[in-house]
C-alpha cells in the first residue's frame, strides 16, 4: 500500500465523523404525559436466568431449614421433659423429707395397733373415722394403727391413711383418708 493512501482513509473517516456530530437528532415531542411512559414499555424485559442444572436456591435453603428446625423442637421438648422430671423429683424429696423429719421412715400400717394380720388391712367406714374426733393420737393409733405418714405444720398435724376408709353410699375404697390433729387431739377427718 501507499503511504499517502492510508492518510487519505484516515482525513474521510474524520470528516465522517464531524458530519456526525453536526447532526443533532431531537427527540421526537411528546403529546401527553402518558406518551414518556409509553417510551418504557416499548424496553425489552430483563430476562430472567436460566438454571444450570442445579438445585433452585429455595429447594436449598429448605433442605437446611428442615433439618435444623426439626433439631430445634426435640431439643425445646427434650428441656422441657427434663424440667419436669426435676421439678417432680425436687417435690418427692421434699415429700420424703418431710416424711423424715415428721415421723421417721413412713410407717406402713399394719393392722389394728400395729398387729399384722395376715398381710390384709382392715377397711374401717368412715362413720368409724369420725367418731374418733376429739381422739388423742395415741387413741387413734391403738385404734386403727399408725399412719402411712404424718406432716406437721405449725400447731396442725395431718395424718394420712392409705386405702383405709369406704364410702358406704358407692361402695368404693377412699384412696386417701386425712386425720387432723390440732392442739394434741382429731379436730377434722377429710376422705
Known amino acids: 500500500m501507499l503511504p499517502g493512501h492510508a492518510r487519505q482513509s484516515d482525513s474521510e473517516e474524520s470528516l465522517a465523523a464531524n458530519r456526525l456530530a453536526d447532526q443533532r437528532v431531537e427527540p421526537m415531542p ?4 402518558r406518551d414518556q411512559f409509553d417510551d418504557y414499555d416499548d424496553m425489552p424485559a430483563d430476562r430472567q436466568r436460566k438454571s444450570k ?3 433452585p436456591m429455595r429447594a436449598i435453603v429448605l433442605l437446611c431449614a428442615v433439618p435444623i428446625g426439626m433439631a ?3 431439643g425445646g421438648a427434650l428441656a422441657l421433659r427434663a424440667s419436669r422430671v426435676e421439678r417432680a423429683e425436687a417435690q418427692a424429696a421434699q415429700v420424703e423429707a ?3 423429719v415428721n415421723n421417721g421412715p413412713a410407717m406402713r400400717m399394719q393392722g389394728p395397733a400395729g398387729k399384722n394380720n395376715g398381710g390384709t ?3 374401717y367406714s368412715r362413720d368409724e373415722f369420725k367418731a374418733r374426733l376429739g381422739s388423742t393420737p395415741d387413741d387413734l393409733t391403738a385404734a386403727v394403727g399408725p399412719p402411712e405418714f404424718r406432716i406437721a405444720d ?7 391413711y392409705h386405702n383405709t376408709t369406704k364410702d358406704a353410699a358407692t361402695g368404693k375404697i377412699d384412696p386417701v383418708t386425712k386425720v387432723v390433729f390440732e392442739g394434741g387431739v382429731v379436730v377434722a377427718v377429710e376422705f
Not at 411528546?30 to 404525559?33: D, I
Not at 405449725?154 to 394420712?160: D, F, K, S, V
Open 121 to 123: 388391712k382392715r377397711v
Open 154 to 160: 405449725g400447731a396442725r398435724t395431718t395424718w394420712h
Open 98 to 100: 418431710q416424711m423424715l
Open 72 to 74: 430445634l423442637l426435640i
Open 30 to 33: 411528546h403529546s401527553n404525559v
Open 53 to 55: 442444572g442445579g438445585l
